[in-house]
Protein backbone atom coordinates (compact mmCIF):
# COMPACT_ATOMS: atom_id res chain seq x y z
CA UNK A 1 0.00 0.00 0.00
CA UNK A 2 1.31 3.39 -0.67
CA UNK A 3 0.99 6.10 1.69
CA UNK A 4 2.51 9.64 1.54
CA UNK A 5 2.88 11.75 4.07
CA UNK A 6 1.94 16.03 4.19
CA UNK A 7 3.64 17.55 6.00
CA UNK A 8 3.28 21.12 7.35
CA UNK A 9 2.21 23.70 10.08
CA UNK A 10 -1.09 24.33 9.19
CA UNK A 11 -1.98 27.76 10.59
CA UNK A 12 -4.04 27.38 9.40
CA UNK A 13 -5.36 25.01 6.64
CA UNK A 14 -5.65 27.00 3.64
CA UNK A 15 -7.79 26.42 0.32
CA UNK A 16 -4.44 25.93 -1.60
CA UNK A 17 -3.64 22.76 1.02
CA UNK A 18 -6.76 21.55 0.17
CA UNK A 19 -6.10 21.56 -3.30
CA UNK A 20 -2.78 19.77 -2.78
CA UNK A 21 -4.75 17.25 -0.36
CA UNK A 22 -7.29 16.01 -2.55
CA UNK A 23 -4.56 15.99 -5.55
CA UNK A 24 -2.09 13.80 -3.55
CA UNK A 25 -4.61 11.66 -2.41
CA UNK A 26 -5.82 10.84 -5.57
CA UNK A 27 -2.08 9.70 -6.19
CA UNK A 28 -1.55 7.45 -3.35
CA UNK A 29 -3.51 4.66 -1.25
CA UNK A 30 -3.25 6.67 1.38
CA UNK A 31 -2.27 10.57 2.73
CA UNK A 32 -1.51 11.15 5.67
CA UNK A 33 -1.20 14.80 6.81
CA UNK A 34 1.16 15.74 9.69
CA UNK A 35 0.86 18.79 11.63
CA UNK A 36 3.94 20.38 12.93
CA UNK A 37 3.62 20.56 17.49
CA UNK A 38 5.48 23.41 17.28
CA UNK A 39 7.22 25.75 14.90
CA UNK A 40 10.13 27.30 16.14
CA UNK A 41 10.01 30.51 13.94
CA UNK A 42 6.30 31.59 14.46
CA UNK A 43 3.72 32.23 17.10
CA UNK A 44 0.93 30.37 16.08
CA UNK A 45 -2.54 31.68 15.40
CA UNK A 46 -4.43 28.37 16.24
CA UNK A 47 -2.95 25.66 19.07
CA UNK A 48 -2.08 22.51 17.55
CA UNK A 49 -5.45 21.12 18.78
CA UNK A 50 -7.67 23.64 16.72
CA UNK A 51 -4.80 23.18 13.75
CA UNK A 52 -6.05 19.28 13.81
CA UNK A 53 -9.61 19.80 14.26
CA UNK A 54 -10.07 22.11 11.52
CA UNK A 55 -7.85 19.70 8.99
CA UNK A 56 -9.68 17.21 9.63
CA UNK A 57 -13.49 18.44 9.07
CA UNK A 58 -11.74 19.80 5.84
CA UNK A 59 -10.89 16.34 5.51
CA UNK A 60 -13.87 14.54 6.53
CA UNK A 61 -14.96 13.96 2.58
CA UNK A 62 -11.71 12.41 1.93
CA UNK A 63 -11.81 8.87 2.82
CA UNK A 64 -8.62 8.06 2.56
CA UNK A 65 -7.06 11.35 4.20
CA UNK A 66 -5.99 10.62 7.99
CA UNK A 67 -4.63 13.96 9.75
CA UNK A 68 -2.54 13.18 12.86
CA UNK A 69 0.34 15.57 14.68
CA UNK A 70 3.88 14.88 14.82
CA UNK A 71 6.89 16.12 16.98
CA UNK A 72 10.73 16.11 16.00
CA UNK A 73 11.91 15.42 12.76
CA UNK A 74 10.00 14.53 9.81
CA UNK A 75 11.56 11.69 8.91
CA UNK A 76 11.46 9.81 12.21
CA UNK A 77 7.34 10.23 11.87
CA UNK A 78 7.69 9.17 8.13
CA UNK A 79 9.51 5.91 8.97
CA UNK A 80 6.87 5.61 11.91
CA UNK A 81 3.62 5.58 9.61
CA UNK A 82 5.36 2.76 7.34
CA UNK A 83 6.01 5.56 4.67
CA UNK A 84 9.01 6.38 2.57
CA UNK A 85 7.00 9.55 0.73
CA UNK A 86 6.93 13.07 1.59
CA UNK A 87 4.83 15.43 -0.74
CA UNK A 88 5.06 19.66 -0.75
CA UNK A 89 3.59 21.88 -2.85
CA UNK A 90 5.17 23.77 -4.71
CA UNK A 91 3.90 27.92 -5.23
CA UNK A 92 6.92 29.39 -6.91
CA UNK A 93 10.68 29.17 -7.40
CA UNK A 94 11.21 30.56 -3.76
CA UNK A 95 9.58 27.82 -2.20
CA UNK A 96 12.08 25.14 -4.23
CA UNK A 97 14.62 26.69 -3.58
CA UNK A 98 13.71 26.06 0.44
CA UNK A 99 12.47 22.85 -0.03
CA UNK A 100 15.31 21.26 -2.59
CA UNK A 101 17.79 21.16 0.37
CA UNK A 102 15.16 20.17 3.10
CA UNK A 103 14.12 17.57 0.68
CA UNK A 104 18.10 16.45 -0.29
CA UNK A 105 19.11 16.61 3.38
CA UNK A 106 15.81 14.30 4.56
CA UNK A 107 16.72 12.24 1.81
CA UNK A 108 20.35 11.49 2.56
CA UNK A 109 19.99 11.52 6.43
CA UNK A 110 17.14 9.05 6.49
CA UNK A 111 18.81 6.67 4.03
CA UNK A 112 15.89 6.99 1.02
CA UNK A 113 12.86 9.18 1.96
CA UNK A 114 12.07 10.74 -1.26
CA UNK A 115 9.77 14.17 -1.40
CA UNK A 116 7.70 14.38 -4.36
CA UNK A 117 6.57 17.93 -5.24
CA UNK A 118 3.12 19.07 -6.89
CA UNK A 119 3.21 22.48 -8.20
CA UNK A 120 0.29 24.76 -6.93
CA UNK A 121 -2.83 25.60 -8.83
CA UNK A 122 -2.35 29.01 -10.48
CA UNK A 123 -5.26 29.50 -8.99
CA UNK A 124 -3.84 29.32 -5.17
CA UNK A 125 -0.37 30.94 -5.77
CA UNK A 126 -1.11 33.84 -4.20
CA UNK A 127 -2.83 31.91 -1.14
CA UNK A 128 -0.37 31.19 2.42
CA UNK A 129 -1.00 30.89 5.74
CA UNK A 130 1.22 33.48 6.59
CA UNK A 131 -1.46 36.27 4.53
CA UNK A 132 -3.98 34.78 6.50
CA UNK A 133 -2.47 34.91 9.56
CA UNK A 134 -1.50 38.79 9.08
CA UNK A 135 -4.93 40.06 8.13
CA UNK A 136 -6.31 38.36 10.97
CA UNK A 137 -3.60 40.71 12.89
CA UNK A 138 -6.10 43.49 11.28
CA UNK A 139 -9.39 41.56 11.97
CA UNK A 140 -9.80 41.14 8.41
CA UNK A 141 -10.91 37.73 7.07
CA UNK A 142 -9.95 36.10 3.58
CA UNK A 143 -12.82 33.93 2.74
CA UNK A 144 -11.30 32.95 -0.69
CA UNK A 145 -8.53 31.85 1.25
CA UNK A 146 -9.27 29.33 4.16
CA UNK A 147 -12.31 26.39 4.11
CA UNK A 148 -15.55 27.39 5.03
CA UNK A 149 -15.06 25.59 8.52
CA UNK A 150 -11.74 27.43 9.14
CA UNK A 151 -13.79 30.74 8.49
CA UNK A 152 -16.31 29.79 10.45
CA UNK A 153 -13.70 28.92 13.53
CA UNK A 154 -11.98 32.25 12.83
CA UNK A 155 -15.25 34.84 12.84
CA UNK A 156 -16.92 32.08 16.27
CA UNK A 157 -13.33 33.06 17.93
CA UNK A 158 -13.57 36.77 17.02
CA UNK A 159 -10.11 36.74 15.47
CA UNK A 160 -11.95 38.20 12.43
CA UNK A 161 -15.13 40.28 11.96
CA UNK A 162 -18.02 37.93 10.08
CA UNK A 163 -18.15 39.07 6.60
CA UNK A 164 -21.91 40.49 7.61
CA UNK A 165 -19.99 42.76 10.27
CA UNK A 166 -17.91 43.78 7.42
CA UNK A 167 -20.42 45.08 5.37
O1 LIG B 1 4.05 24.51 6.66
P1 LIG B 1 5.52 24.65 6.90
O2 LIG B 1 5.77 25.45 8.14
O3 LIG B 1 6.23 25.19 5.69
O4 LIG B 1 6.09 23.17 7.16
C1 LIG B 1 7.45 22.98 7.50
C2 LIG B 1 7.71 21.53 7.92
C3 LIG B 1 6.73 21.07 8.99
C4 LIG B 1 7.59 20.61 6.73
C5 LIG B 1 9.18 21.47 8.45
O5 LIG B 1 9.39 22.52 9.35
C6 LIG B 1 9.52 20.17 9.15
O6 LIG B 1 9.60 19.13 8.53
N1 LIG B 1 9.69 20.23 10.49
C7 LIG B 1 9.95 19.08 11.33
C8 LIG B 1 11.37 19.08 11.87
C9 LIG B 1 12.35 18.52 10.84
O7 LIG B 1 12.22 17.41 10.39
N2 LIG B 1 13.33 19.35 10.48
C10 LIG B 1 14.29 18.98 9.48
C11 LIG B 1 13.87 19.41 8.08
S1 LIG B 1 13.55 21.15 7.98
Excluded at 46 to 58: G, H, K, P, Y
Excluded at 110 to 118: A, M, P, Q, R
Excluded at 123 to 130: E, L, Q, T
Amino acid sequence: MSIVVYPGSFDPVTVGHMDLIRRAAGLFDQLIVGVLVNSEKKTPLFSLEERVIMLRDACKDLPNVSVESFDGLLIDFVRAKGSNTIIRGLRELMDFEMELQIAQVNRVVSGGIETLFLPTDPSYSDVSSSVVREYARYQVALPEFVPENVLDTMIKKGIVKSAKQED
